[in-house]
């Protein structure tokens, strides 16, 4: 036997006693969560008991729903059963909010799916507050052959700037999501990871960081780890769109450090000023753009990555997001061989950034006069004390890359 069905039971608590003993209020309601299921409906029964109590029973096509209230107890017990495509979950945001109901406890059962003595899956038991999974999922696409899906909570914000379609949503998961023309790009889960990695390497490989030059960056993570460095005395950061650094300060309001003096953000076009740049201004310059795509396109170019070793001093470095070597491998290759040709020392490494969905993420560090072994150990492990994710180990661990990678890389230069 292998039938697709579905058994929701859910407890109500602290509901409106006035709705519990509301005949023809229930019965509305148990209506409209049939509708939100998709069933349709072939009888109904309703009876009130005396001196309070309502039971709603309604048989639908599928199987039924079913309800019974204690309005001395403000408490709703809930039965939906279901085969075929119905999804019976789907009535519990109706149910919750219509009975006004502060905390909720749900289960499924699947059925029909095994062996007799094995018959019932019991699928989830959630506590409180915890309903089960609805509304929308949106997903990011790589190519035509993979994507990553996430659930949306709630969406915060949505909006179209000049340059991009920008969203911020709640995931169960990952927290608050910025999200951009349709590619995920930080999370409150995962930030740390990415925006530690993409800085500390090159700043602590840098004997005195003292100016630093952001670009990109909008969502204020990258500017805020440059800062926790005592010796950068200026951290300028150019982001295109100033709609995104707005949104970010909104609902991602600790991502940055946007009241520090230190920091100058200039909403313009980051590709320019570097092009303007006088030679040797900046210490460390740190690339943090979305992938070569939309307003990004222009940030994963050689004339860029020339301007950008004009403009750092001596003993700079340049450090930059790289893609994944696996999903994305071409941007990845093409980025090593392009900085290649501008840079001596090029040394990409890896993280783990889950929001990207690649299972990895890379960093390149660049640099006319630096390697990532002239690190200062001590610097590295000083932000580790504060910090989440960075310390002198985990620098060292980042530049060990699979053997693989690492003989596609030396090809890249026979
Ligand atoms: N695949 C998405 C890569 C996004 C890299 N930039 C993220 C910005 C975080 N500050």
């Not at 069933?39 to 039924?64: D, L, M, N, Y």
Request: aromatic share 8%; proline share 5%; net charge negative.
């Amino acid at each position: 036997m292998n039938t697709t069905s579905l058994h929701f039971l859910a407890e109500y608590h602290d509901c409106s006693s006035a709705i519990l003993d509301d005949a023809d209020a229930l019965t509305a309601l148990m209506l409209e969560a049939v509708a939100a299921v998709g069933a349709t409906v072939v009888q109904q029964v309703t009876h009130r008991f005396s001196p309070q109590g309502v039971t709603v029973v309604i048989a639908v096509e599928e199987s039924h729903f079913s309800m019974h209230t204690w309005p001395e107890e403000r408490y709703a017990a809930v039965d939906v059963f279901t085969c075929g495509a119905c999804d019976p979950r789907l009535a519990h945001p109706v149910l919750f909010s219509g009975l006004g109901s502060e905390s909720s406890e749900v289960m499924e059962l699947k059925r029909g799916a095994g062996r007799p003595g094995s018959a019932m899956e019991l699928l989830r038991h959630d506590t409180e507050h915890e309903p089960p999974v609805t509304g929308p999922w949106i997903n990011e696409e790589f190519g035509r052959a993979q994507r990553l899906a996430l659930h949306v909570e709630q969406m915060l914000h949505q909006s179209r700037s000049r340059y991009q379609e920008i969203e911020v949503f709640t995931n169960a998961i990952f927290g608050t999501v910025l999200r951009l023309d349709g590619i995920f790009q930080t999370s409150t889960l995962d930030e740390a990871h990415y925006h530690e990695l993409l800085v500390h390497p090159a700043l602590c490989c840098v004997e005195r960081p003292r100016r630093v030059l952001v670009i990109g960056g909008g969502d204020g993570g990258t500017a805020r780890e440059v800062l926790r460095h005592p010796e950068v005395e200026a951290c300028l950061m150019v982001e295109i769109d100033g709609d995104v650094v707005e949104a970010c300060k909104r609902h991602l309001p600790g991502m940055g450090a946007w009241d520090d003096p230190r920091l100058d953000l200039i909403i313009g076009d980051g590709v320019r000023y570097l092009a303007e740049a006088e030679p040797d201004s900046f210490d460390a310059i740190l690339l943090d753009g979305s992938d070569p795509v939309g307003p990004s396109k222009g940030l994963f170019g050689k004339g860029f990555y020339e301007d950008a070793r004009r403009a750092l001093a001596p003993g700079g470095v340049f450090a930059l997001q790289s893609e994944a070597f696996h999903v994305t491998s071409d941007v990845f290759y093409e980025i090593q061989t392009l900085l290649q040709q501008v840079f001596p020392e090029v040394h990409p490494y890896v993280g783990s950034v889950p929001l990207y969905g690649c299972g990895h993420w890379t960093w390149t560090f660049a640099s006319a006069d630096r390697t990532p072994e002239q690190l200062d150990e001590a610097r590295a492990d000083a932000l580790g004390r504060e910090g989440e994710v960075y310390e002198a180990s985990v620098h060292r661990a980042a530049f060990v890359l699979p053997l693989d990678v690492r003989r596609k890389l030396a090809a890249l230069n026979a």
